[in-house]
């Protein structure tokens, strides 16, 4: 029996700030993600947003940010407290392993943990970009019907998902 991966989340500290400096996806995957060169410093600087590592038996493997300002993931206002998610990738030496499945589930457990009066999750993800919606469907993520066009890669589905469905 194949052992289950530990595989948590925690906001970006110190101690683990430069090993998640060198992570990274693809070329063809920066279409749907920015570099983390950039993404985290974006985070640190601004005001509601966090961002988070994504650590396997410790070690960073991912990286997203959570925005208390949901507002700035769809250009447009929640009618329940809602958080939005972005900038979530898995290292190219870590996908395709569960992982990200993983990530996304403990991400939505901290959430849940940590703020209790947050109702719904948002994101938005480009039309193309396959292997991304298959994971946040099957974790239960929906699209809302609108097309979101503030992306540089075209346009994303903006999804929602409740935090305790
Ligand atoms: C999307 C991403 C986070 C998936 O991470 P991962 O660890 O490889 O995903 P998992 O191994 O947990 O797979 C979970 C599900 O995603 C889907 N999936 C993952 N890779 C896939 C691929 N290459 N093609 C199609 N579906 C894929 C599958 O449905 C899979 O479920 P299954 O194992 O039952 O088939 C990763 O590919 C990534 O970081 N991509 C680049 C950044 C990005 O696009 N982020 C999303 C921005 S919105």
Same mark, same amino acid.
């Given at each position: 029996m +194949?052992? #289950?991966?530990?595989?948590?989340v925690?906001?970006?500290?110190? *101690?683990?700030?430069?090993? =998640? ?18 993404? =985290?410093p974006d985070?640190?600087?601004? &005001?509601? *947003? ?18 208390? &300002? ?11 407290? @809602?958080?939005?998610?972005r *900038?979530?990738?898995?290292?190219? #030496?870590?996908?395709?392993?569960? =992982? ?13 943990? #940590? ?8 994101? @938005?993800?480009? =039309?193309?970009? +396959? ?11 929906r699209? @809302?019907?609108?097309l979101y066009h503030?992306?540089? *890669?075209?346009?994303? &589905? ?8």
């Open positions: +194949t052992e #289950r991966p530990d595989i948590r925690v906001p970006v500290n110190a *101690s683990i700030r430069a090993a =998640l400096l060198v992570l990274g996806v693809s070329e063809e995957q920066y279409d749907f993600v920015g570099r983390i060169g950039a993404s =985290l985070a640190e600087a601004c &005001h509601g *947003s966090e961002p988070m590592a994504i650590l396997r038996d410790g070690e960073p493997i991912g990286f997203y940010r959570l925005e208390q &300002h949901a507002t700035s993931i769809a250009d447009r206002a929640f009618e329940r407290p @809602t958080v939005g998610l *900038s979530f990738f898995i290292d190219t #030496r870590w996908q395709g392993q569960g =992982l990200g499945a993983l990530a996304l589930g403990a991400a939505m457990e901290d959430i849940a943990r #940590r703020r209790p009066s947050v109702q719904d999750v948002v994101l @938005t993800v480009n =039309l193309r970009n +396959t292997a991304a919606l298959a994971l946040y469907r099957r974790a239960g993520f699209e @809302t019907g609108e503030g992306g540089r *890669s075209g346009p994303q &589905h903006v999804m929602l998902r409740a935090v305790s469905p």
